[in-house]
């Protein structure tokens, strides 16, 4: 595992690194097959995205910003993210998580340091499982989820289409230790019995 510069902290996203994280995120929508989407977005169009990951609560968005940039123009090495996994009500304990790093911020421990940073907020936020899906292929990332436990749970073959072709998606899966989730309630056909 690479050395994680001890200067990088980790912090909540907020409107000021909305450029920065757009530009993260192009650089994935226009140069890879990561993302699945296939336009680039403005900051104004990724603004509800942004909102939708307060600073508490399962749904996060932590930066890492490059600690030798100036305070009113910061430039972030990359973000994780906790989402909604799926909208039903019974999905509400698990999340999709994701990782990305700006372009010549990877190999340096900066995906590790966020990951870990979102594992343990998510603790104290009742979340049960965290899931993954990653486009194959993938290594850099597959062993990023690897060395948090995560495990693969599943391929989608051929389930997306974009740079002329068609991408496989992996969905891999972390059991999360919450300090704050509720045991399984029994299942109350099971009780009747």
Do not use: C
């Not at 650089?27 to 097959?33: C, G, I």
């Not at 051929?158 to 999360?176: I, N, P, Q």
Request: net charge negative; hydrophobic share 35%.
């Amino acid at each position: 595992m690479p050395q994680i510069p001890a200067e990088v902290q980790v912090r909540p996203g907020v409107e000021a690194d909305l450029r920065a994280l757009t530009d993260i995120y192009n650089h994935y929508v226009l140069e890879t097959a990561l993302t699945f989407d296939t336009v680039a977005f403005t900051p104004q169009e990724r603004l509800p995205w942004l909102r939708s990951h307060p600073e508490d609560g399962p749904h996060r968005l932590l930066v890492a910003p490059d600690p030798d940039t100036r305070h009113d123009a910061p430039h972030v090495l990359g973000y994780a993210t906790s989402s909604p996994y799926r909208p039903k009500a019974a999905y509400s304990t698990s999340v999709e998580v994701s990782v990305y790093l700006a372009p010549g911020a990877t190999g340096r421990g900066v995906g590790t340091l966020l990951h870990k940073a979102l594992f343990e907020a998510l603790a104290d936020e009742g979340v049960h499982r965290a899931y993954a899906a990653i486009a194959q292929p993938n290594e850099p990332s597959v062993r990023l989820h690897d060395a948090f436990g995560s495990h693969p749970v599943g391929t989608y073959t051929e389930v997306g289409r974009t740079f002329g072709r068609y991408w496989d998606v992996s969905w891999y899966e972390k059991a999360l230790l919450s300090r704050t989730a509720p045991s399984a309630s029994p299942d109350p056909a099971r009780s009747r019995r």
